[in-house]
């Protein structure tokens, strides 16, 4: 198995091991194989172990840091006659998807050797990079909106991360990447390939348990989840376990809608803001999202906040406890037509955003 | 298999379907196996699936409610010289390691017919169940003590319970059971023996991993954590698959200590009131946890504020999100000489205490 560090625009090769965040041309890095493992059985691929490490053959890591990440549920429920696998994501460390991503991330920091991980986030990833680094024993410092949710902000002290309140989503970024200094990394998981290659284990998991899914409908900022779940699906069928791609659906949130506009133009239509997690107006990986949208044939979907509302409501009475940016994919599948057996990803616990229970679904706290 | 709901003092038979909560001496029930299946392997007994319900050759029904409870994974550490494993119970449909109990609890409700089931509960329990039932399209009436988290008040209300506040924990207790009508359940946790049922499954799956546990400190309030692990390893000894049991150490918070009292005299030490999970001063099974106890050579712990907070901020320190009642175990195990190779459940997750990070950690929300 041989992983090569490569730019996605100017195809520049790099070393693995090497402290950037992004090629000299200012493009996103990607991590790509060159030589699969030769097995009859997928199965032959998979070690012991109850973390997303037991794949690691397909990884750019033999073993790495974890806090029991991965192997998330699968709850199958028929909604609007539909055949549908919700992913439970929030069944992990930190309550999100996040913690897939993150395990990578702060391996490869300790593989480089590097004391310090730097991260922006409006909040999940924020907490799941600072457990991630506590637990490998290295400094987090965390650039985060100043409205990030009150409680994402006190856990990640309490891990002993350095928060960093800014004034928006986006200063998060620039000042994240600004104030880097050169004996720290710079994880971004807007920008990182190695987040990607944590995320594509989900895709292995549903692979491993013989569920036939034919689309997958992902709440989509940066794009980190989308493509990640694609790296995985990517690897399956270059190994020929799989013939086909499933199509791939992103859901944005009215008022951001970055993927919207460049297909359909402006999007003119309701805010979504309760989705507070997704709030990236420009993502890094935008042209590799549209990419993925067009040639797995998926599309687009764009929920307002009402549709958010009647989303969560649905799903608090399953008894599944989401937070709002989870309920914008359940709301967009009930939007597509003609969607076959999707796999909805749960991205993140609801019990981190209880602030906003109120204000969503009408409960007086 | 053949299970029989026995009175754990005067011995009385019940129908498996009657709708009980105690004996009509006043005793709480049991459920006890009086004949066993007979397999050569236990992994003959179990089933496909991503929840509890791949035990359910050993359970009381065949199948039944899920949200995805169980398979949590275990991290393995080494603490003040201990081989530590902890079982991170907060990798759970609602954060804690109640919905396994819960899954069995409203399974039974619907077996019998009832469409209401009644909760009283310091928080956890309380979400758990408004969940599950939640899910299976049943009502659920939660009591709880006014100081309850907000948060998993807030997420009961969201799944449709109705929540009823109380002034302390025991009034929550008697109104649940005094405002019971004919055509509901009372599946308090402290009393039904469904919910120890469903907590089994976390010593089949210590013994699935083949994870060799010599102890297993828990957190212990009203038993039903411990007495549930204790069930499932009488299951295993007595089909033949283990030979003996670990050593049970229950964890109290000073300030609410019956096991204690009843062992060594009343205690003196300072408090532990930051384990808000731990708040029954009389456990009805409080026989029963003594007896395990003692039967397996184990002891009482008890546990104070400062040594709950210096726990807490160690497991944070390691990545570990948990809830103060999580840290009492902690704080236990370092306390306990000579343990051996100790099963640790983490029993919920930090995100619902967010409130009490400042005061515990110092941490400035």
């Known amino acids: 198995m ?10 520049r090769k790099f070393d693995l091991k090497v402290n950037k965040w ?65 992913k439970l994501e929030y069944f992990s460390p930190t309550g999100s998807f996040k913690d897939r991503g993150a395990a990578l991330g702060v391996t490869r920091a300790k593989e480089i050797g590097v004391r310090t991980i730097v991260e922006d986030s409006s909040g999940n990833a924020g907490l799941s990079y600072s457990a991630y680094a506590a637990s490998a024993n290295i400094k987090a410092r965390i650039y985060v909106p100043f409205d990030a949710p009150i409680g994402k902000r006190a856990l990640m002290r309490a891990c002993n991360a350095e928060v960093v309140e800014c004034k928006t989503r986006e200063e998060a970024s620039l000042r994240a990447i600004s104030e880097l200094k050169n004996d720290e990394i710079y994880v971004g998981h807007t920008w990182d390939p190695f987040f990607l290659e944590g995320m594509k284990t989900e895709a292995f998991e549903i692979f491993e348990e013989k569920i036939q899914v034919d689309s997958v409908i992902v709440p989509t900022s940066s794009g980190s989840h989308l493509l990640g779940i694609y790296r995985g699906f990517e690897d399956l069928v270059k190994m020929g376990f799989l013939d086909e791609y499933p199509e791939f659906y992103a859901v944005q949130a009215g008022g951001i809608t970055p993927i919207y506009d460049r297909i359909y133009g402006e ?18 990986r935008l042209d590799q999202i549209l990419d993925t949208i067009k040639r797995t ?44 057996n999707p796999l909805v990803p749960l991205t993140g616990t ?8 109120e204000k969503i679904i009408n409960i007086p706290l």
Chains 1, 2 share one sequence.
């Open 22 to 86: 992004r090629c000299d041309c200012g493009s996103p890095l990607n991590l790509e194989i060159s030589e699969y493992p030769k097995v009859e059985n997928f199965s032959e691929l998979i070690k012991d172990g109850q973390n997303i490490w037991r794949y690691s053959a397909l990884l750019p890591f033999k073993e790495g840091v974890t806090l029991g990440e991965g192997l998330t549920p699968v709850l199958n429920k028929k909604i609007a006659e539909k055949e549908v696998f919700f």
């Open 350 to 357: 609801g019990i981190k955003t209880v602030d906003k229970i």
């Open 297 to 340: 044939n998926g599309d687009v979907v764009v929920v307002d906040n009402e549709e958010i509302i009647s989303g969560m409501k649905e799903l608090y009475q399953m008894g599944l406890i989401v937070e709002p940016t989870s309920a914008t994919a359940y709301a967009a599948l009930k939007k597509i037509r003609d969607v076959k």
């Open 2 to 11: 041989v992983f090569e560090l490569k730019c996605s625009k100017c195809r």
């Open 267 to 284: 999007w003119r239509g309701e805010k979504g803001d309760l989705a507070d997690g997704l709030r990236i107006l420009q993502p890094p």
